[in-house]
C-alpha cells in the first residue's frame, strides 16, 4: 500500500516527548515498516494549530490525494490531522470519494465502516471540547487580568507600552495623543490632521501611516483617561470598563468636550462643521425651512481683491424659495443683537414632560469630579499624617485641588442656567455669550454655537444694504 504520513506540531507541543517532528516520523516510519506498506510521501506542518483546515502542507495532502498518488493517510494521533468534528466529516468524505484509507499509528480506526466512523467521530468531537474548554479558560484568565488592570491583549494603544503586565505612558507618542486632541478641539478636522501627522513622518504603532480611522479610535478611546476597556470589539455581550486603571495622557474634560464636539459633528455634513462659515449647520430660511449654506465672492478693484461671505438658502438654486442673499456681517450683527436683548417671557418655551428637578448630565459629570477632589484631600492629609509626604508636598497638593475646585465650580455655575424651568440656557450664559463673542475666532464662535444652539430662522425683510435688512427668529437651545 501506497501511504502518504502526515506529520503536524504546534509551538507548544515541539518541545514535548512524542510530539516532535523527529518523534513522530521515526514511529510512523516503524508502524509502515512492520505493515510492509510503502511510504511514498511526508507531509509536516510545523508551528500550526489543528483548529481549521488552513495549514499549506494539509493543503498539498488533499490536492496530491485528488491526483491519486497515495493510497492511504497515516497519522501519528487523529488530533494530528483534525482537532474539529466538521473538518474531520469533511475530509472523511474526501477520502472516501477518492477510495483512500485513513489510519492512526497508536490508536485503532477503521473508516471503511460505519461503527469505525462512529468512533472517529467520537473521538474528534472530544479533542474539539478539549480545545474550546482550554479556549474558555484562556478568555477567563484574560478578562480577570484585565479587571485588575493588567493589560490583557498584545499590542498595547498608541502612547503607552507595556512593563510587567501594565501600561505605562510613551512620552513621545503620548505628545502626539496630546497634539491629536488640541487640534481637534481647535476645530481642525480628522483628514487635516491625519495629513499633518503623516507630512511630519509621524507614524503609527506598526509604523504606519495614520488614517481616519487611527485618528477617530484615539479621539473615542476612553484609556486616554485612564479607563481600559475589554471585549470592546469582539464578545460584546461581555464587555466591561476599568477606571483608573491607565496612567492618563488626557483630562477627563478635554476628553468629554471632544466627545460632545464629535457628537455635533455627526449630525453635520463634514464641510459645514469644519468650515469657517459661523452659522452654517444652525442657520435655516424663515420662508422655506431649508438650511442656509456659506458662499465667498470675490472681486477685484484695481490692484486689490476684495473677499466677501454670505448665505444663501438651498432651495434657491433648486426654483423651490425665493430667499435673497444673506450678508454674513449683517446676519452676525443681528443674531448678537437678539441674544443681547433677549425676552426669557416670551421667547422661550416650557419643558415639555421632563422633570425639571433632574439633573443634567454635564452636571452629574461635575459634582463627581467635585467629589474626588475631596476625596483626594482626604488622603493627601492622611499622608501627610503619617509622614509619607512633607509639609511642602501637603501644601501644594491641596493648592492643585483648590484650584481645581474653583474651576468646576465656574463650569458648573455656568452650566447650571441650563437646568431652569424653560428651555435654553439662563440669561447670564447668554450674556457671558454676548460678551466674549467679539474676541473669538470663528470656528470657536462656530463651536460655541453647536454647543449651545440647535437652530435658528433667517430673513430678509428688506433690500436695503443695512443690518436691519435682515431678521433672526425663532432660536431653539440645544
Not at 455627526?266 to 438650511?291: E, M, T, W
Request: net charge positive.
Amino acid at each position: 500500500m501506497r501511504v502518504a504520513v502526515y506529520i503536524r506540531v504546534s509551538t507548544q507541543e515541539q518541545a514535548q516527548e512524542g510530539y516532535s517532528i523527529k518523534a513522530q516520523r521515526k514511529k510512523l516510519e516503524a508502524y509502515a515498516l512492520s505493515q510492509e506498506w510503502e511510504i511514498v510521501q511526508f507531509y509536516v506542518d510545523e508551528g500550526l494549530s489543528a483548529k481549521d483546515m488552513n495549514r499549506p502542507e494539509l493543503q498539498r495532502l488533499l490536492n496530491n490525494m485528488e491526483e491519486g498518488a497515495f493510497d492511504c493517510v497515516l497519522v501519528y494521533r487523529l488530533d494530528r490531522l483534525t482537532r474539529s468534528v466538521l473538518d474531520l466529516y469533511e475530509m472523511i468524505k474526501k477520502f472516501e470519494k477518492h477510495d483512500i484509507k485513513f489510519k492512526s499509528a497508536t490508536e485503532v480506526y477503521d473508516t471503511t465502516t460505519a461503527t469505525g466512523r462512529l468512533f472517529v467521530t467520537i473521538i474528534a468531537s472530544l479533542a474539539q471540547w478539549e480545545r474550546e474548554n482550554l479556549g474558555e479558560r484562556v478568555r477567563f484568565g484574560l478578562e480577570q487580568k484585565a479587571k485588575e488592570g493588567k493589560w490583557a491583549l498584545s499590542t498595547p494603544p498608541y502612547g503607552y507600552d507595556i512593563e510587567n503586565g501594565y501600561l505605562k505612558i510613551n512620552d513621545g507618542e503620548a505628545n502626539t495623543v496630546k497634539y491629536i486632541f488640541d487640534q481637534y478641539l481647535k476645530g481642525r478636522g480628522m483628514n487635516q490632521i491625519v495629513t499633518d501627522l503623516n507630512d511630519n513622518g509621524t507614524k503609527t504603532k506598526s509604523n504606519s501611516n495614520w488614517h481616519q480611522g487611527s485618528i477617530r479610535y484615539i479621539l473615542t478611546n476612553p484609556a486616554y483617561i485612564g479607563t481600559m476597556r475589554y471585549n470592546f470589539r469582539t464578545n460584546k455581550e461581555n464587555y466591561f470598563e476599568v477606571e483608573d486603571a491607565i496612567p492618563p495622557i488626557i483630562d477627563k474634560d478635554l476628553y468629554e468636550t471632544v466627545q460632545e464636539i464629535r457628537n455635533t459633528r455627526a449630525q453635520l455634513h463634514p464641510r459645514a462643521a469644519n468650515s469657517d462659515y459661523v452659522f452654517s449647520g444652525i442657520a435655516k430660511c424663515k420662508r422655506c425651512g431649508a438650511p442656509l449654506f456659506g458662499k465667498t465672492s470675490k472681486k477685484v478693484k484695481g490692484d486689490k481683491t476684495y473677499l466677501s461671505k454670505s448665505y444663501k438658502c438651498s432651495n434657491v438654486r433648486r426654483g423651490m424659495c425665493d430667499q435673497p442673499t444673506i450678508t454674513d456681517s449683517f446676519l452676525e450683527e443681528q443674531f448678537h443683537k437678539i441674544l443681547s436683548i433677549w425676552d426669557f417671557s416670551k421667547n422661550i418655551k416650557k419643558i415639555q414632560g421632563t422633570d425639571l428637578n433632574t439633573e443634567l448630565d454635564e452636571q452629574k459629570l461635575i459634582r463627581r469630579q467635585l467629589s474626588d477632589v475631596n476625596k483626594r484631600r482626604s488622603k493627601w492629609q492622611y499622608a501627610w499624617v503619617n509622614n509619607m509626604i512633607s509639609d511642602e508636598d501637603l501644601s501644594k497638593r491641596l493648592q492643585e485641588e483648590t484650584q481645581k475646585e474653583e474651576e468646576l465650580n465656574q463650569k458648573l455655575e455656568l452650566i447650571q442656567g441650563m437646568n431652569n424651568n424653560s428651555k435654553g440656557p439662563s440669561k447670564q450664559f447668554i450674556n457671558d455669550m454676548v460678551y466674549t463673542w467679539n474676541k473669538l475666532t470663528a470656528k470657536d464662535k462656530k463651536k460655541l454655537l453647536h454647543l449651545t444652539v440647535k437652530e435658528f430662522k433667517v430673513d430678509k425683510i428688506s433690500k436695503k444694504r443695512l443690518p436691519t435688512s435682515v431678521e433672526v427668529s425663532d432660536i431653539i437651545f440645544n
